[in-house]
């Protein structure tokens, strides 16, 4: 079911720049480092690998720190962006990357510069989106491209432990109002409907259900073109969504088994372009986040290694609820002229410098040994981490954020 190809973590590069970051340090390390030749291979296998008429964008909420993004543009198809901020961010650097438009509650001006800013297709939320959208698309005399986003009702909908759509959520047009939204369409021109926009879920980790999904997803529109004699859709969004196991990393989507079977669901496209705009699985696995180890204490009969940083910096193990793989870095330097708190042969927990017992990044994790000083580092932390963690609680420092750069891939030649 879940198998196989791995995205590559080069834990000899990784491990050399962090111990040079640790010498560079004048306080304890905390740090993410971000290996972009990794990204780059994984990018450009994963869009390479998608058979034609299917097209990858990448969705900047996981990471949109500019090195991320300037790896992806020119692997990608484009930038799947959620906010004005977002949209403001990609215009000032990528001034004709291809854009679309997700999420909920975009405002008059979100939807105001997603029209001057050329973005290709809005992906619209409600009805009352879709007026606000008309009425000023109507103002600019423009016409607005727009994939309506419908949460459908899947028979047989395999959940994960991240849905958005297929039961009552705050996403999308609910599939029984959809024929009123489409009646209105009718009346206004101002609108052009591109096509229709799934996202139901993230954290998928089973290729083969995901390809039911999807292949429910295009008879959907199959049956929705001949109902309401569609003629101007040119594509259909099917979302992101594709996992990251980070409880069993061994064990990853399969996804050269889910690319393969994309060919066979390409007669099923009637010449509709579909597109991803997957976030987690591009980036995850290109991201680590590195803390040095400032104190190891036994509490009843439990070891806990508190290190520097914490849930603030790395929030995604607690956003999860997992305990999240580490390796530890010994390191052999000692400042203090007195013993060196330490646990061998042990499962630990891992905790930051927060003032709370949620402040927890793994648990029952073993270890050899661990000593105050080792650096511990969490890889697959490339996305949804930095981005989605509660910077400034407690006001500690932020991390340091390092990149290894791409490889020159002309050199040779
Ligand atoms: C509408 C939409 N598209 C794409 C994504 C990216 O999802 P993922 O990172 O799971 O691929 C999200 C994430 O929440 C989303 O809400």
Redesign the pocket.
Known sequence: MMATSIPELRWPQITAHLRQALGAADSPLSAYLYDLEALRRHASATAGSLPPGFELFY?I??NSDLPILQTLAPLTHGF?I?SGGELAWVREHFADAPLIF??PGKTDAELAAALDLRVEAL?VESQHELERLAWLARTRGVVAPVLLRVNLAVEGLQATTLM?GGKPTPFGIAGNQLPGCLAWLREHPEIRLRGFHF?LM??QLDAAAHVRLLEAYLQQVRRWRAEYGLQTLDQINV?????VNYREPEQQFDWPAFAGALSGLSAQRDGLTVRF?????ITAFCGYYAMEVIDVKQAFDRPFVVARGGTHHFRTPYAQGHSHPFRVLPVETWRYPFARPEVSHACVSVVGQLCTPKDLLAHDAPVERVRAGDLLVFPYAG??AWHISHHDFLRHPHPQHYYLPTEDVHAAG
């Open positions: 969705a909420k996981a799947e959620s997700s999420g992906h958005m996202h993230s954290h979302g992101g969504g594709i996992g705009e997957c976030g987690r699985y996305a949804y």
